[in-house]
């Protein structure tokens, strides 16, 4: 409970510094970016974020920088990712949204679409993104492919190939990762 309390004192935090700017590191200079206020979309996408909660999401600033998010995104039912939490960064660049946000998973993860550096195989973050969809657009995306994976376009091409010969074994395999990486007794095994 002490962590719970943790989180909400941090959500409060964030909160503030979106709505009266006091995000302030100790030089008096913002800390959501080097050049001073964050853009408008960012704060109202953030704000939304906290507002109304994705179930099975959470999406929280970092308070030294606004564009850098920790995420947590519980593995969806009926998947081999059931019952694990797991970890991914997301960052907005610049340019965003003219250009896809940056995400990666920091929790291993047997998928056929995630590389082992975390990296992520999805078309919303790379030719298919449009400045219309949003950072919960990419979250809820995430998550299905987590229900749904793709081993006819992989990044990690030895998982994909069992995904596609033996996907009993490939799910057991998931599941394996999930409960090592992704469960809180497995979490001290990082």
């Given at each position: 409970?002490?962590h719970?309390?943790?989180?909400?004192?941090?959500?409060?935090?964030?909160?503030?510094?979106?709505?009266?700017?006091?995000?302030?590191?100790?030089?008096?200079?913002?800390?959501?970016?080097?050049?001073?206020q964050?853009?408008?979309r960012?704060?109202?996408?953030?704000?939304r974020?906290?507002a109304?909660?994705?179930?099975?999401?959470?999406?929280?600033?970092?308070a030294?920088?606004?564009?850098?998010f920790?995420?947590?995104?519980?593995?969806?039912?009926?998947?081999?990712?059931?019952?694990?939490?797991?970890?991914?960064?997301?960052?907005?660049?610049?340019?965003?949204?003219?250009?896809?946000?940056?995400?990666?998973?920091l929790?291993?993860?047997?998928?056929?679409?995630?590389?082992?550096?975390?990296?992520?195989?999805?078309?919303?973050?790379?030719?298919?993104?449009?400045?219309?969809?949003?950072?919960?657009?990419?979250?809820?995306?995430?998550?299905?492919?987590?229900?749904?994976?793709?081993?006819?376009?992989?990044?990690?091409?030895?998982?994909?190939?069992?995904w596609?010969?033996?996907?009993?074994?490939?799910?057991?395999?998931?599941?394996?990762?999930?409960?090592?990486?992704?469960?809180?007794?497995?979490?001290?095994?990082?």
């Amino acid at each position: 409970t002490a962590h719970a309390n943790k989180a909400i004192t941090a959500h409060r935090c964030v909160v503030l510094s979106l709505r009266t700017g006091c995000g302030r590191k100790r030089s008096g200079k913002m800390a959501s970016n080097s050049g001073g206020q964050l853009p408008r979309r960012i704060v109202k996408e953030t704000q939304r974020l906290i507002a109304e909660p994705v179930a099975g999401i959470s999406a929280t600033p970092y308070a030294d920088n606004l564009r850098y998010f920790a995420v947590a995104i519980e593995g969806p039912a009926d998947s081999p990712y059931e019952r694990g939490v797991f970890q991914l960064e997301l960052f907005l660049p610049a340019d965003y949204p003219m250009a896809p946000p940056k995400v990666r998973f920091l929790t291993k993860i047997y998928h056929p679409n995630v590389d082992k550096l975390g990296r992520i195989c999805l078309d919303i973050l790379k030719d298919k993104w449009s400045p219309a969809l949003q950072i919960r657009t990419v979250l809820l995306s995430i998550q299905a492919l987590m229900s749904a994976p793709n081993p006819d376009d992989p990044l990690d091409n030895t998982v994909a190939e069992l995904w596609k010969t033996n996907e009993a074994e490939a799910m057991r395999r998931a599941r394996e990762f999930t409960e090592s990486f992704a469960m809180k007794s497995g979490s001290e095994k990082k």
